[in-house]
């Protein structure tokens, strides 16, 4: 069974950085597209970027391009969200997410994704 643990999430200021990692097991990691998404308070869950198998295409939200960075190191079975440039508007928690057989070819859904992680608090102050 695929698990998917993150961490790196805290209590930061505006303008801070934070790179969280999702720590993949249970199966073959590179037959999955992965993805980050937040879901802030009082808020529907939001995608925020995803990655292909191979980490050849990316795709951001609007909110987050050019201030995150979605990578993933395959040897390690982990991928990772570079977030710089905080914004209290990116308080939430982030989840980690995996899409079999997926690409990010397009905005994915969230019943594209099969597993998910337990997640991890970001709080920005400002």
């Known amino acids: 069974q695929v698990q998917l643990v993150e961490s790196g999430g805290g209590l930061v200021q505006a303008g801070d950085s934070l790179r969280l990692s999702c720590a993949f097991s249970g199966g073959k990691f590179t037959n999955f597209a992965m993805g980050w998404w937040r879901q802030a308070p009082g808020k529907e869950r939001e995608f925020v970027a995803g990655i292909s198998w191979r980490g050849g295409s990316l795709l951001y939200d609007d909110s987050v391009k050019s201030r995150f960075t979605i990578s993933r190191d395959n040897a390690q079975n982990t991928a990772y969200l570079q977030m710089d440039n905080l914004k209290s508007e990116d308080t939430a928690v982030y989840y980690c997410?995996?899409?079999?057989?997926?690409?990010?070819?397009?905005?994915?859904?969230?019943?594209?994704?099969?597993?998910w992680g337990q997640g991890t608090q970001v709080t920005v102050s400002s």
């Open positions: 997410a995996a899409d079999w057989g997926g690409s990010v070819l397009r905005r994915p859904a969230e019943d594209d994704y099969e597993y």
